[in-house]
Nanobody, 123 residues
């Protein structure tokens, strides 16, 4: 079993920054990938970013490229999402997820999910 605990959400003005963290514990193995997804009210959950276990490979949703950075601290089994130049349309509940088998982008392919953390960007 794997547990994911997120932190770092909050309220920020447009143009501001936030850093989300997600700590994984339990039987993660050593080949997992981690991703960030978000879900705004009335919308489906969507992919934001993902990173391979080694950290060498990353993927981003187009609207966040150049503004968000995903990174990983393997020693801490922790993944981060640095969000800069935030926009009101970034407002959502952000979820981290873990895929035991390696890099995937579809939500349905992730095995474990965190509880979510609210990010609200005011205009």
């Amino acid at each position: 079993q794997v547990q994911l605990v997120e932190s770092g959400g909050g309220l920020v003005q447009a143009g501001g920054s936030l850093r989300l963290s997600c700590a994984a514990s339990g039987r993660t193995g050593s080949s997992y990938a981690m991703g960030w997804f978000r879900q705004a009210p009335g919308k489906e959950r969507e992919f934001v970013a993902a990173i391979s276990w080694s950290g060498d490979t990353t993927y981003y949703k187009d609207p966040v490229k150049g503004r968000f950075t995903i990174s990983k601290a393997n020693a801490k089994n922790t993944v981060y999402l640095q969000m800069n130049s935030l926009k009101p349309e970034d407002t959502a509940v952000y979820y981290c997820a873990l895929a035991l088998g390696g890099m995937v982008l579809r939500a349905s392919s992730y095995d474990y999910w965190g509880q979510g953390t609210q990010v609200t960007v005011s205009s």
